[in-house]
């Protein structure tokens, strides 16, 4: 079963403006934690921001804040102020328990800014 | 600082041949773990290893083998190449440490003809 769902394959944003990407998750351990990287076009994987699942606030990172939502298993990533260097497929993923060496992915979202 | 580095960035092989993808990584991570990427989809998990001497299989373990007999290589190694096994690999480590980030090796991309 799809533990993490990426509902948007793709969207544009324009320059300047702020975007909200969707990730909802399962699992029924209690102990788990969010991931979201970027892949840009030359294929690297850039970590942006974590989430522990007992974190009380949402995490930020510079232009980067999580909007955790526990009781939804929602996690979505919102990127204020978009630049066009922003452009890239984001991936959100999650590891669970334990098992702290596993990440399992979403199918990602390509985003593309423009000017 | 190196980090996680992966050989060879491209590599085609014929259906049948068999060849190891090196990974290696010099932060004295516990964890390390091979996923492929393949269009459309996320990266999905093939092996991993919690430690030196100690692996398991992940979402799409059939066609490869790993070892892990230091901390710092984790090779994956594809037995028969068949053109299935056409993607991108990716290596990551991270410490066993719970609120922090999985690091990637820049890839190999491998086409089986």
């Known amino acids: 079963a799809q533990k993490i769902t990426q509902t948007q394959p793709g969207m544009f944003v324009q320059e300047k403006e702020a975007v909200t990407l969707d990730c909802t998750y399962d699992?029924?351990?209690?102990?788990?934690?969010l991931f979201w990287y970027k892949q840009p076009s030359s294929g690297e994987m850039i970590f942006l921001i974590y989430?522990?699942?007992?974190?009380?606030q949402n995490a930020t990172e510079g232009r980067y804040s999580l909007n955790f939502q526990k009781a939804r298993k929602s996690a979505n990533l919102v990127i204020s102020a978009s630049q066009l260097g922003d452009s890239a497929m984001y991936f959100c993923?999650?590891?669970?328990?334990?098992?702290?060496?596993?990440?399992?992915f979403g199918a990602g979202t390509q985003v593309v800014v423009t000017p | 600082n190196a980090g996680v580095t992966q050989t060879p960035k491209f590599q085609v092989l014929k259906t049948g041949q068999s060849m190891t993808l090196q990974c290696a990584q010099d932060?004295?991570?516990?964890?390390m773990s091979w996923y492929r990427q393949d269009p459309g989809m996320g990266l999905r998990l093939i092996h991993y290893?919690?430690?030196?001497?100690?692996?398991d299989q992940g979402e799409v373990p059939n066609g490869y083998n790993v070892s892990r007999s230091t901390t710092e290589d984790f090779p994956l190694r594809l037995l028969s190449a068949a053109p299935s096994q056409t993607s991108v690999y990716f290596c990551?480590?991270?410490?066993?440490?719970?609120?922090?980030?999985?690091?990637f090796g820049q890839g190999t991309r491998l086409t089986v003809v």
């Open positions: 990551a480590s991270s410490p066993s440490r719970a609120n922090t980030e999985a690091f």
């Open positions: 699992t029924s351990d209690p102990s788990y934690g």
């Open positions: 989430q522990g699942s007992y974190d009380q």
């Open positions: 993923a999650m590891r669970e328990g334990i098992s702290w060496g596993k990440l399992q």
């Open positions: 932060m004295n991570h516990e964890y």
């Open positions: 290893s919690v430690g030196a001497g100690i692996t």
